[in-house]
């Protein structure tokens, strides 16, 4: 079972959230505020953080950043009430992080955490250089190839 911490400051939507990604099947934290959400992300180690973009202390980008530099491994869900090309570039420059339009549907939230858990998943399992073989071969379709590359321990 996957741990999520949710992170928004609209105390209506954090709620319906949790609840919600606990009817799914997740173990769910939740925290109000960019603060709350730092002092949470470490020793909880969640899998994934659904976090707000409109934080009442901090913005959710900073809280990103801060996350990534602590090296938080787990995936960021970024909710955003605007799509605008500055803030996209600036999430891409502080690393890997999806993002979701705010308020964000229950069916859309499901959606996005299921992707976004099974893309970590995968990332985790497969070294970067592993996938790029396997997509080479998959998209040549040289399956002898990817075998040869398997036997002698070019693809872990």
Excluded at 4 to 11: A, K, T
Excluded at 37 to 52: G, H, Y
Excluded at 87 to 103: F, M, N, Y
Excluded at 104 to 110: M, Y
């Amino acid at each position: 079972m996957s741990a999520i911490l949710v992170v928004d400051g609209e105390p209506q939507l954090r709620l319906l959230y949790a609840e919600f990604l606990r009817g799914a099947g997740y173990r769910v934290r939740s925290a109000r505020n960019g603060r709350e959400a730092l002092a949470l992300a470490e020793p909880e180690s969640p899998q994934m953080i659904v976090l707000s973009v409109d934080l009442p202390d901090i913005s959710g980008i900073d809280v990103l950043g801060e996350l990534r530099s602590r090296n938080f491994a787990g995936t960021v869900l970024l909710l955003a009430g605007l799509r605008d090309e500055p803030l996209l570039r600036r999430i891409r420059e502080l690393g890997d992080a999806e993002v979701a339009r705010k308020p964000c549907g229950l069916r859309d939230l499901a959606r996005a955490v299921s992707a976004a858990l099974a893309r970590n998943e995968e990332a985790r399992r497969y070294p970067k250089e592993s996938r790029v073989v396997m997509e080479r071969h998959a998209l040549s379709g040289n399956v002898s190839a990817w075998a040869d590359d398997l036997i002698h321990g070019r693809v872990r």
